[in-house]
């Protein structure tokens, strides 16, 4: 009951936390001058391990005691999961770190008007592009790797292919979302949130493991967070550093989205004029660097598009030739409703 408890408990936090998903970022347009932005890592490390750290200060209870009898650690782990979700919730994102990454000098960014993207003439919100360790990507993959991966987390650590459901579901709801964009970017950001998640107070890869990390309401010593005496502290051996969960499979113009027919043309024409206008030699509209695409397909990086795994495979990219349909989203989505077949005459 208890453990029941502690489930629905953290589900209610992640539900008040839930965003929509609508916001894109553009890759491919450049603006003239310069067109590297320099390392926002540190910056972004710095303001997470801070917001990290208030909130695992602000868990701490009176009673519920990381250490003390199997009730109170519930109430513990409770408190502990609950105050680092509310600090990264949507309101407190958008204050701490979304409004800092657009405010502060510290962040090198890259801000696309709309009319100018590759999106000109949808009702998309572009976000700005900013640089971690060696890849670039859209400021709202930071949220897919908060918001989405808790929810993946959250959903399904107690399963022994826990990872692989996160995954099932997270491309489940990238297809069937109501937007005009596929993004795998955002896909393959989610799956490393659940990574992240999985860290905080974390846990063995091995299923029995798990299982008894939950039933006694512990951290794993390679968490982010341990338990000293009666409260939790941080793991002075685990700084958390952004780059450990970051790469290239971020970067819409290697990990390739796909589209809804209504905008499938559009997007690829201007695809093609931002990259002949920044001299990028390729034969097709994306990914821009497939070289980066072969280095993730050999590592297994999960979260990869149709596209970018074709790219790896010999195979399937000579099959696919690159057509236009390669880039387009042909799922139904969820706000689609299916049409109902009429009952058999003389049936009721």
Same mark, same amino acid.
């Given at each position: 009951? !208890?453990?029941?408890? +502690? %489930?629905?408990?953290? =589900?209610?936090? /992640?539900?008040?936390?839930?965003?929509?998903? &609508?916001?894109?970022?553009?890759?491919?347009?450049?603006?003239?001058?310069?067109?590297?932005?320099?390392?926002?890592?540190?910056?972004?490390?710095?303001?997470?391990?801070?917001?990290?750290?208030?909130?695992?200060?602000?868990?701490?209870?009176?009673?519920?005691?990381?250490?003390?009898?199997?009730?109170?650690?519930?109430?513990?782990?409770?408190?502990?999961?609950?105050?680092?979700?509310?600090?990264?919730?949507?309101?407190?994102?958008?204050?701490?770190?979304?409004?800092?990454?657009?405010?502060?000098?510290?962040?090198?960014?890259?801000?696309?008007?709309?009319?100018?993207?590759?999106?000109?003439?949808?009702?998309?919100?572009?976000?700005?592009?900013?640089?971690?360790?060696?890849?670039?990507?859209?400021?709202? !993959?930071?949220?897919? +790797? %908060?918001?989405?991966? =808790?929810?993946? /987390?959250?959903?399904?650590?107690?399963?022994? &292919?826990?990872?692989?459901?996160?995954?099932?579901?997270?491309?489940?709801?990238?297809?069937?979302?109501?937007?005009?964009?596929?993004?795998?970017?955002?896909?393959?950001?989610?799956?490393?949130?659940?990574?992240?998640?999985?860290?905080?107070?974390?846990?063995?890869?091995?299923?029995?493991?798990?299982?008894?990390?939950f039933e006694e309401f512990s951290c794993h010593e390679n968490s982010f967070v341990i338990c000293n005496g009666k409260n939790w502290v941080r793991n002075p051996k685990q700084?958390?550093?952004?780059?450990?969960?970051?790469?290239?499979?971020?970067?819409?113009?290697?990990?390739?989205?796909?589209?809804?027919?209504?905008?499938?043309?559009?997007?690829?024409?201007?695809?093609?004029?931002?990259?002949?206008?920044?001299?990028?030699?390729?034969?097709?509209?994306?990914?821009v660097n497939p070289s980066k695409c072969k280095a993730l397909v050999k590592r297994n990086v999960p979260g990869l598009g149709e596209v970018c795994r074709s790219i790896g495979?010999?195979?399937?990219?000579?099959?696919?030739?690159?057509?236009?349909e390669a880039y387009l989203n042909s799922h139904p989505t969820y706000l689609e409703t299916p049409s109902v077949p009429k009952p058999a005459e003389g049936k009721r």
């Amino acid at each position: 009951m !208890k453990k029941l408890q +502690f %489930f629905c408990f953290i =589900f209610s936090v /992640f539900f008040a936390m839930s965003v929509q998903a &609508d916001d894109e970022v553009d890759q491919f347009t450049r603006l003239s001058g310069k067109t590297r932005l320099a390392d926002s890592s540190g910056a972004l490390n710095e303001t997470i391990n801070k917001i990290f750290d208030e909130a695992i200060a602000n868990s701490n209870g009176v009673f519920e005691r990381c250490d003390g009898p199997p009730e109170n650690r519930i109430e513990a782990r409770a408190r502990l999961y609950k105050s680092i979700a509310q600090a990264f919730s949507e309101n407190a994102f958008q204050k701490s770190i979304e409004q800092k990454v657009l405010d502060s000098a510290d962040f090198d960014k890259r801000v696309i008007p709309l009319e100018t993207s590759i999106y000109a003439g949808t009702d998309v919100k572009l976000k700005p592009t900013i640089r971690i360790g060696r890849t670039e990507l859209g400021t709202d !993959k930071l949220r897919e +790797f %908060f918001f989405q991966g =808790f929810q993946n /987390f959250n959903t399904f650590k107690l399963n022994e &292919d826990a990872q692989s459901r996160a995954t099932e579901v997270s491309e489940k709801i990238e297809k069937e979302g109501k937007g005009s964009v596929l993004s795998w970017a955002d896909h393959a950001a989610r799956l490393s949130g659940y990574r992240f998640w999985d860290q905080v107070c974390g846990v063995s890869n091995k299923p029995t493991t798990n299982q008894k990390y939950f039933e006694e309401f512990s951290c794993h010593e390679n968490s982010f967070v341990i338990c000293n005496g009666k409260n939790w502290v941080r793991n002075p051996k685990q700084k958390i550093k952004i780059t450990d969960f970051v790469d290239d499979s971020w970067d819409e113009s290697v990990n390739c989205s796909q589209y809804r027919k209504e905008i499938l043309d559009s997007v690829l024409v201007k695809m093609e004029s931002a990259n002949k206008a920044n001299g990028t030699k390729i034969n097709n509209a994306c990914p821009v660097n497939p070289s980066k695409c072969k280095a993730l397909v050999k590592r297994n990086v999960p979260g990869l598009g149709e596209v970018c795994r074709s790219i790896g495979n010999k195979k399937a990219k000579k099959d696919l030739k690159f057509k236009r349909e390669a880039y387009l989203n042909s799922h139904p989505t969820y706000l689609e409703t299916p049409s109902v077949p009429k009952p058999a005459e003389g049936k009721r």
